[in-house]
């Protein structure tokens, strides 16, 4: 008598994959309204089961002692021959290792997955480009548009997974591309392509084969019209490295950001222009940033910020004006944390002096990038004060330290390559905490020590 599989109906959050047997209207995982949809029966198998029969993978492995691994050395790494994306993934792509791009609609993901594939293909790579949206042929204009060559890309057109693990066994190929992950599909669960069982079990499959065949996985995931990445959430932890696209589609530079990475550093960033024939490498990104030293702005103030191991100039803007639209004045920043200019403008009417009251604050970072260090408090803090007093900061002058809610001046990490990036692009005078100002006479700045933000407005 023939025996039916399994299956369990239930309620999945498409946030974060909970899943329970009703509906509610919060997820009781991660707290997100009206993410909970009903999924059709999925069959009970454990992940990566059927890539197993595709690839001929062993059905148990041999137990070693740990010392007795071989470990894989930098010199396995596929290098894409991009530097800022080799940067960012900490040498190149492993072998057998998942990553997963998410972003913006428009933002370049698809750029760079070609531009990917043109690189390892003319390092003598086999790469396997999997199109899940795009006919063949329009990743074929696309890269010829692009100015790449196509020589030595295998492409197909295909959005289940047997289709995916059939060609990656006859390609044996070192990298393969799936755009995207979204449009992939197994015909073992019951649910529509894009859901989370789909995203889960396809993935788990497409990870199962390329460890087998040592084929470094390339995932692009897409942004919802929520602001939702659709997929990596549920995905974050079955991939080796998780990669952000950020940057604003009509703006010129585009920041790659490698947010979980076990082959590499957290954190690091690459940065990208985006031009006519695709992402263009920006390999000195201070300069880009940072403007021309000589400017004399009201409101803008220089600052170094650390991403990853690289330390990077980057010009703060800040405008200060009077309300005019009553009730509460605006408190508005790009690229920096909006709860964090609040405090500053707190810390300023305290401790400072300068009274806020009724004036709309709009604080900006050159370029678009997201700042996440505290070591450009002060900058930030003093480009708000420039701007409302209208005073022109000294030309040629960085500003450096954490701001403390009693107004102190903190000092910061790696402060040494900071100085050094900052001497590098002609600064010659720093406004830092006097903890550090040894540090800075090592790399030939003229050097103003301050303990506290009045005495840090007043140097400056």
Not at 161 to 184: F, G, H, N, P
Not at 356 to 366: E, K
Request: charged share 20%.
């Amino acid at each position: 008598m023939a025996t039916r599989s399994k299956t369990s109906a239930s309620f999945v959050c498409q946030e974060c994959g909970h899943r329970q047997n009703r509906w509610v209207g919060q997820c009781p995982a991660c707290k997100q309204w009206n993410r909970i949809i009903e999924e059709a029966g999925r069959p009970i198998s454990a992940p990566g089961r059927r890539a197993a029969e595709v690839v001929d993978l062993p059905r148990s492995a041999a137990v070693q002692a740990l010392v007795d691994i071989a470990t894989d050395s930098d010199a396995a790494r596929v290098v894409s021959g991009i530097g800022e994306l080799d940067r960012v993934l900490g040498g190149g792509l492993v072998p057998g290792s998942a990553v997963l791009v998410g972003g913006d609609p428009g933002v370049g993901k698809s750029t760079m997955a070609i531009q990917l594939a043109a690189g390892l293909a003319a390092r003598g790579q086999i790469v396997l480009y999997v199109s899940g949206e795009e006919a063949a042929a329009q990743v074929r204009r696309r890269g010829e548009r692009l100015g790449l060559a196509m020589n030595g890309i295998l492409a197909i057109t295909a959005t289940e997974v047997d289709a995916i693990l059939r060609a990656m066994k006859e390609t044996r190929a070192s990298a393969v591309i799936v755009d995207s992950v979204q449009t992939v599909f197994t015909t073992r669960v019951e649910s529509a392509p894009g859901s989370v069982s789909q995203l889960r079990e396809a993935t788990a499959e497409l990870i199962t084969a390329a460890r087998a065949l040592e084929s470094a996985l390339w995932l692009i995931g897409h942004v919802t019209k929520e602001g939702l990445v659709a997929g990596p959430r549920v995905l974050e932890h079955m991939v080796d490295t998780v990669l952000y696209f950020e940057g604003e589609q009509r703006g010129a530079f585009r920041i790659l950001r490698a947010v979980k990475n076990r082959f590499g550093p957290t954190g690091e960033i690459g940065v990208f222009e985006m031009h006519g024939n695709g992402l263009v490498e920006v390999t000195n990104p201070s300069e880009a940033l940072a403007g021309r030293i000589g400017r004399q702005v009201p409101g803008s103030i220089v600052s170094a910020c650390m991403e990853g191991t690289r330390p990077m100039l980057v010009e703060i803007q800040s405008l200060v004006s009077t309300s005019h639209a009553g009730g509460s004045p605006r408190r508005t920043s790009l690229g920096v944390d909006h709860a964090r200019v609040a405090m500053l403008a707190a810390v300023l009417e305290k401790h400072v002096g300068l009274s806020l009251v009724g004036q709309d604050i709009f604080v900006n970072t050159a370029g678009g990038i997201r700042i996440d260090d505290p070591g450009v408090d002060l900058a930030v803090m003093t480009a708000m004060a420039s701007s409302y007093v209208t005073r022109v900061p000294a030309p040629g002058t960085l500003v450096l330290g954490e701001v403390g809610l009693t107004g102190e001046v903190r000092p910061v990490s790696q402060v040494r390559a900071r100085l050094r990036e900052a001497a590098r692009l002609g600064y010659r005078r720093v406004v830092l905490s006097a903890q550090e100002g040894d540090r800075a006479r090592e790399a030939g700045l003229k050097v103003t020590e301050v303990e506290t933000a009045a005495q840090a407005w007043e140097a400056i």
